[in-house]
């Protein structure tokens, strides 16, 4: 594969997210999909990845695998033409949405998961 094939799948890659974030808040995207395409949107924006880029070749993983599999799958979830206007939209908006409330919602999102998970898996002293 050539770099420039790789940088325009890049590209389209990053356009169908941003398309995702405009689909997530479009009324005329069905409920399931706004929930999934949410959900795909805010993890592929969010700097906190599900596994650390640090760990060799695994870290680098839901960039290259989970994300473009979540955004293929809501792609088919949104019907065809409102994914096109999506599309459209997203080309002309140049750089990605930019939101301190949005981030501090994923910060606080990803901070009550690992309060809670350490809650789970904490041994007691009992």
Do not use: H, N
């Not at 706004?34 to 695994?58: Q, W």
């Not at 919602?105 to 041994?123: E, R």
């Amino acid at each position: 594969m050539k770099f420039e094939t790789l940088r325009a799948w890049a590209k389209t890659l990053k356009r169908d997210v941003l398309a995702l974030w405009i689909a997530a808040r479009d009324p005329r995207t069905p409920w399931y999909a706004k929930v999934a395409a949410a959900s795909v949107a805010a993890y592929a924006l969010s700097p906190i990845d599900l596994i650390p880029d640090f760990i060799p070749v695994i870290g680098y993983l839901d960039d290259l695998i989970i994300v473009p599999l979540g955004i293929f799958f809501c792609i088919k979830m949104i019907p065809s033409d409102l994914m096109d206007e999506f599309r459209m939209k997203a080309a002309e908006i140049e750089g990605r949405p930019v939101s301190k409330y949005a981030a501090a919602l994923i910060l606080l999102l990803w901070i009550v998961c690992g309060v809670w998970l350490m809650a789970i898996w904490w041994p007691s002293k009992s």
